[in-house]
Structures are given as C-alpha cells and as structure tokens.
C-alpha cells in the first residue's frame, strides 16, 4: 500500500506568496479537506469548506468589478459567460497545481489512494478556499492582489483558453446542478457549399437551453454551449 503523503508546511506557501498570515490556523483550514476529519476524529478544526464558501463569493465579487470595469461595452451576458470562464472548475484547478496546492492537502487515505491531490474539483475547491482564508485573515485588499497577480493579469489568455471548450463546461454545470447530459441538434444550414453556415441547438431533456451559429457543426456547437452557460449563470 503506497504510504500517504505528508502535507507540506503551509509557511512555505506564505514564503512562495509573500504574504503572512496573521492567524497560521486559517491558512491551514484551508487545506483540509473533509475526508480527513472522517479518519482523524481527534482532529480539532473544521474542513475548508465553509472558507471555499467565501472565497467563491470573493472570486465572483473582484473578478466581476474587474470585468465591469475593463469591458464596459460588454452585455450582461458576455460579462456572464467571461466571469464563467476565469472562475471554471477546470480554470481555478490547473491554477492551483500551478501554486501546487495539491501538497499542502490533507486527505483520507482513500482519497490520497484515487489521486485526490491532483482531483480537478478538490483542487479548485482548494484554490477557492485559499481565498476565503486570505479574504479573512488580511483582508479585501490583500484578497483582490492575490487574485489579480494569479488570475486578472492573465485574464485574455485564461478566458480564450475556456472559450475554446464551452460545451466541456457546459456538460460540468449540468452534471452538477442536474445531473444531466446535454444533447445538441442541427437547426438549420444555409450559404452555398463553399461557405455554409450552421445554427446548432442545445437541449436539456427537451429544453432549449441556447443556440449558436458557425462556418462548421463544431464551432456552432461551442457557440451554443456558450450561449447556454450565459443563460445560466444569471440569477
């Protein structure tokens, strides 16, 4: 049995961050994931859960005044869907193993047995409670500089990394908040063969959630899916 993996002190991760905390416990909260209190019973503290509480209303707050304010021709919904982008499972996972934050983890053995420390969800969850943990210990200010160094300075470059993969995206929110697949369906061509277009529907059941147009089925697919994610991350 591969022995677990010892968590690395989180004084290195304020050392490669730059920032003290004033209270070391938040810091460390937000690293525990909750399979670890189920096999430590004698654990006194909380998971990180209720810190990943807060820490996704801070990303959504910063990263939309940002947004607001650097795409002030932008609708509603383009600011919807660029917001989705920069604050995607996938998005806020490939961050955190970029700060490894995997090694900071403190898991079950089962979950270090199915390669939790490199788990998209737990890791973005992770990355969310980190910022939970700096928004309470330092502050807003502090919050909104850690998230514009790690995600605001490369924002473009982030959200067309997305834009390219709606319909992955797509699938995640409807997996998670209905446990369902969507299905995409051809709604009309038109142009002559050397330029056609395309104009693609995507479905819940039989709802239509979106639909986009392209020169092929594939881009009007992602175009619809990006449609779709608009809609819904309204309120």
């Known amino acids: 049995m591969k022995t677990p993996m010892r968590p690395k002190s989180p004084q290195e991760l304020e050392r ?15 690293f525990i994931h ?20 807060l820490g996704d209303s801070v990303l959504s707050l910063i990263v939309s005044q940002f947004l ?5 021709k932008s609708t509603e919904g383009d600011l919807t869907q660029t917001r989705a982008s920069l604050v995607r499972t996938e998005t806020l996972a490939t961050l955190a193993k970029n700060l490894s934050l995997g090694k900071y983890l403190y ?5 270090e047995e199915s390669q939790g420390r490199d ?9 969310e409670a980190l910022v939970g943990a700096i928004f309470l210990d330092r502050g807003l200010e502090e919050a909104q500089k850690f998230i514009e160094k790690i995600i605001l300075a490369n924002w473009q470059t982030l959200a067309n990394e997305a834009a ?16 369902l697949s969507p299905t ?11 330029n056609r277009s395309f104009e693609v529907g995507v479905y819940m059941k039989e709802e239509r959630l979106g639909s986009g147009t392209g020169k092929n089925k594939q881009s009007a697919a992602q175009s619809a899916a990006a449609n779709a ?5 309204k309120p």
């Open 184 to 194: 995409y369906k051809l709604l009309k061509t038109w142009g002559p063969d050397h």
């Open 107 to 111: 898991l079950s053995k089962g979950e």
């Open 68 to 72: 607001y304010g650097r795409l002030p």
């Open 229 to 233: 994610i608009g809609r819904l991350k």
């Open 119 to 127: 788990s998209q969800t737990i890791l973005a969850n992770t990355f």
């Open 34 to 53: 909750r399979s670890y209190l189920n096999e430590h019973k004698d654990f006194k503290g909380d998971s990180n859960e209720r810190l990943e509480f």
């Open 16 to 30: 490669q961050l730059h920032l003290e905390f004033k209270d070391p416990k938040i810091l460390q909260k937000a």
């Open 164 to 179: 390219s993969d709606n319909k992955s995206m797509l699938q995640e929110i409807l997996q998670r908040k209905y446990h």
